[in-house]
């Protein structure tokens, strides 16, 4: 039960942000929002239901008539103005990050500035992008899609709300955006930065609730043209079945089971230090994480110590304390998934080589893991097939070039791969042949330009650079007669 305290500390969220302004919940839900490091209540949030969701729709679809036909310079000068409103609270929106979803320092803040670095990269991409073509008495121009429902998971929140809403406010589609419910103070936080921006009422809308009461409204809405997901599998293949109903356009970025491969020229000084921050980054809750390491069988041995000896730096604790390296996972459930993954990988017969199963010592009030690594995993195992979204690495060992290949492509996702190793040729030779949407190589690396999505179950389209701003634009082509 909560102290006086306690329930004096509880912040209260009872507004969606709806044409231009916070108004008072429709919807009278209400949800507990907990701290991930202590399982303690610390906000109260009243819910959205389909009503809100209609009138978010409705003032995008009334602010679309105007915003639809805007320059590429009046869309530039709204994206540098959420730009500069956004950048101004990096601090703000980083603390929250860090106490509602239990995202560790480090990698908070990079997450926070990517996405305030999202509205100046989409402002770049859309000057770079021809928006009309002609050729004899043919003109084609790219068309603002429509309204866009944006729906989003709760692991990156800020850099979800501003890589989506940048790349729909550069191609001129107005926006109503359900993040997470479970981010509902990181969004509240985002929100109120937003809205410092002055975009006409209407352009954004954000409404928080459920995904089967207000998303699922977004998705069968007629008035919503297209849906841009981030998310699970099961959630997006029901938004493509759902959807079809409106013939919706639709981006969706699902899960992954990112390998990556060491060849056997690597130098394990540096590739340990690096795959581990690839399946360990943002505490394993990245769609991706590289969580399957290919190993050639000759240099398993020396493979193992080195994961020992650097697992000595992968503290676990306050995510707030900037040396912790893994904090808990977001929510019971989600620590209660992974608990269960690496119980499934002991019954499969893998080797446990670093962690295991419950509570890191000293940490048994919040939802904490031990970040584990397992070996002898074969490829076929559930723990190497599907995602688990926490701190479990499956060490997997590969006999040559063409097997480690093989084993790489043969999974379900398609999201992201890594490929490390000293001859450069040979590196670029193998990231060619590998089934993902995204290759790094020698150590993970970003560039807002380049595209970011999946092959296979990892979705459908490409978000970042033109590509994201593609996406939600449709061609008009006008024909004159000679
Ligand atoms: P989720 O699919 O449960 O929820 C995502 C969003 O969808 C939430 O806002 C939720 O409320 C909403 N939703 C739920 N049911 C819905 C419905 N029926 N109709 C419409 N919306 C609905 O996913 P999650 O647990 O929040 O996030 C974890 C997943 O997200 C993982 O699989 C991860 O890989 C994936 N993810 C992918 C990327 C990427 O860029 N590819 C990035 C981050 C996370």
Redesign the pocket.
């Known amino acids: 039960m909560a102290t006086m305290t306690e329930r004096e500390t509880i912040k209260t969220l009872t507004t969606h942000y709806i044409d231009g302004a916070f108004v008072e919940s429709h919807g009278r839900e209400v949800m507990d929002i907990i701290k991930p490091t202590n399982g303690q209540v610390i906000a109260r949030v009243t819910l959205a239901d389909e009503e809100d969701a209609r009138r978010a729709i409705d003032a995008a679809r009334r602010a679309f008539a105007s915003f639809g036909k805007t320059t590429k310079d009046e869309r530039s000068r709204y994206l540098r103005q959420l730009q500069k409103v956004v950048s101004a609270h990096i601090d703000d929106l980083t603390a929250v990050m860090i106490e509602e979803y239990g995202g560790v320092a480090r990698f908070a803040r990079l997450i926070v500035e990517s996405g305030v670095n999202a509205f100046a990269a989409a402002e770049k991409a859309l000057q770079e992008l021809p928006l009309r073509e002609s050729w004899g008495k043919t003109t084609v121009t790219m068309e603002p899609v429509g309204v866009a429902g944006l729906?989003?998971?709760?692991?990156?929140n800020a850099l979800?709300i501003c890589l989506k809403l940048a790349s729909a406010i550069a191609a001129g589609c107005t926006v109503v955006m359900?993040?997470?419910?479970?981010s509902s103070l990181q969004t509240r936080t985002m929100v109120e930065a937003l809205n410092e921006a002055g975009l006409p009422n209407g352009v954004f809308n954000v409404v928080t609730g459920?995904?089967?009461i207000v998303?699922?409204e977004?998705?069968r809405n007629p008035d919503v043209a297209k849906i841009s997901?981030?998310?699970?599998?099961?959630?997006?293949e029901?938004?493509m079945r759902?959807g079809a109903a409106t013939m919706k356009r639709v981006t969706l970025?699902?899960?992954?089971k990112s390998p990556t491969i060491l060849l056997d020229d690597v130098a394990l000084d540096k590739a340990i230090p690096s795959a581990l921050i690839l399946a360990f980054m943002n505490s394993g809750q990245?769609?991706?994480a590289g969580t399957r390491l290919l190993v050639p069988k000759s240099r398993l041995d020396e493979v193992r110590r080195a994961i020992k000896d650097e697992m000595r730096n992968y503290t676990v604790g306050d995510p707030s304390d900037p040396n912790n390296m893994v904090g808990p996972m977001v929510s019971r459930k989600q620590y209660e998934r992974v608990e269960s993954y690496i119980r499934k990988g002991i019954e499969e017969g893998a080797e446990v080589l670093v962690g295991g199963e419950g509570h890191p010592k000293g940490l048994e009030a919040g939802f904490y893991v031990r970040p584990t690594v397992f070996v002898n995993v074969k490829n076929d195992m559930t723990i190497a097939q599907e995602?688990i979204?926490g701190p479990v690495l499956s060490v997997i060992a590969y006999d040559s070039e063409d097997d480690a290949i093989r084993i790489a492509n043969d999974c379900k996702y398609g999201?992201h791969s890594a490929v490390l190793g000293t001859d450069i040729q040979r590196a670029r030779r193998v990231a060619s042949q590998l089934r993902a949407g995204r290759v790094v190589i020698n150590n993970m690396t970003d560039d807002p330009d380049a595209p970011?999505?999946?092959f296979k179950f990892?979705?459908v389209g490409r978000?970042y650079g033109k590509y994201g701003i593609q996406a939600f634009l449709e061609p008009r082509a006008i024909l004159e007669a000679a």
Do not use: H, R, Y
């Open positions: 729906i989003t998971a709760w692991n990156a979800f359900k993040p997470s419910e479970m459920l995904g089967t998303g699922a977004m998705v997901f981030t998310g699970s599998v099961a959630v997006g029901q938004i759902d970025e699902l899960g992954g990245a769609c991706a995602e979204f999201l970011w999505g999946g990892s979705g978000e």
